[in-house]
């Protein structure tokens, strides 16, 4: 849903141009949140992580880009974008209401480098907040269609169960050597085992692993979920050097 800030460094967008997009399919994620699935005119192919720029223009001219995650792994038919509704957004609000198969609109892209994990850098432990989850869905899709014995565990905080973007999928990952485990931090459901409060340090060293593994640790949110995982994991003694941050804004959309 994802809205991203670009990182300076991560591409040189004058090499990228504008390509059409054609809507397949979108499908409802939640009651706020749809994946688009695209056919993309000389889609280059991508890397679990990277992102896109989407550019609407309206009849006047008028011209709107906002930046979303790939929720697609490599190689996948179509390419995917998970986008949540922000009522006062410019781009979001068209996207999840307006668009219907065979519309079309134009987007550029893979961009990004920094934010990139694939199962041959080692065991990865990823922490999601809300749409945060969308760059994970690829990694995690990625590891399972490569066949890769790599550990992967995904820590995702929500406001509430039926806020869980990919619930259904993220049960059907999980195997021997993938872990997905919950947080929900508005309302449960009767009966819920999962932890209930914000993710903090004391959560993290529960359900992480220990610093002495050095493995690989992906945060992605809003900022301030992000600045706070970030500070915990640091405070838990793991390499700040091995911990990639993705952050989104309250406004935009």
């Keep these: 849903?994802?809205?991203r800030r670009p990182v300076a460094g991560t591409a040189v967008l004058g090499r990228l141009t504008w390509?059409?997009?054609?809507?397949?399919?979108a499908v409802p994620e939640t009651a706020?949140?749809?994946?688009?699935?695209?056919?993309?005119?000389?889609?280059?192919?991508h890397l679990p992580g990277?992102?896109?720029?989407?550019?609407?223009?309206?009849?006047?001219?008028?011209?709107?880009?906002?930046?979303?995650?790939?929720?697609s792994a490599p190689g996948a038919p179509e390419l995917e974008l998970t986008v949540e509704r922000l009522d006062d957004g410019e781009v979001s609000p068209y996207l999840c209401d307006e668009l219907q198969p065979?519309?079309?609109?134009?987007?550029?892209?893979?961009?990004?480098?920094?934010?990139?994990?694939?199962?041959?850098?080692?065991?990865?432990?990823?922490v999601a907040g809300g749409s945060g989850v969308v760059p994970f869905r690829a990694m995690l899709r990625h590891l399972v269609d490569e066949g890769a014995g790599v550990q992967a565990t995904l820590l995702l905080s929500s406001r509430s169960w039926d806020d869980v973007i990919y619930r259904d999928e993220l049960d059907e990952l999980?195997?021997?050597?993938?872990?997905?485990?919950?947080?929900?931090?508005?309302?449960?459901?009767?009966?819920?085992r999962?932890?209930?409060?914000?993710?903090?340090?004391?959560?993290?060293?529960?359900?992480?692993?220990?610093?002495?593994?050095?493995?690989?640790?992906?945060?992605?949110?809003?900022?301030?979920?992000?600045?706070?995982?970030?500070?915990?994991?640091?405070?838990?003694?793991?390499?700040?050097?091995?911990?990639?941050?993705?952050?989104f804004g309250p406004t935009g959309g």
């Excluded at 390509?19 to 399919?25: C, G, L």
């Excluded at 999980?174 to 819920?192: A, C, D, H, K």
């Excluded at 409060?197 to 640790?217: C, I, T």
């Excluded at 301030?224 to 390499?239: S, W």
């Design 102 to 126: 065979g519309d079309r609109f134009e987007l550029r892209g893979p961009i990004g480098g920094y934010f990139v994990w694939e199962p041959s850098r080692g065991p990865v432990f990823l």
């Design 194 to 247: 999962g932890y209930s409060r914000r993710v903090d340090a004391a959560m993290l060293a529960e359900v992480g692993p220990p610093p002495s593994e050095q493995s690989h640790v992906y945060v992605c949110g809003p900022t301030p979920f992000v600045e706070a995982v970030a500070n915990a994991l640091v405070e838990l003694r793991h390499e700040p050097a091995r911990i990639r941050t993705e952050r």
């Design 50 to 71: 990277q992102h896109v720029d989407v550019r609407l223009t309206a009849e006047d001219g008028y011209q709107a880009q906002r930046s979303y995650s790939i929720a």
């Design 32 to 45: 706020r949140v749809k994946t688009l699935r695209l056919n993309v005119e000389d889609w280059p192919g």
């Design 19 to 25: 390509k059409e997009a054609e809507v397949v399919e």
């Design 1 to 3: 849903p994802h809205l």
């Design 174 to 192: 999980e195997r021997e050597n993938i872990f997905v485990l919950y947080t929900l931090t508005r309302s449960q459901p009767s009966g819920w």
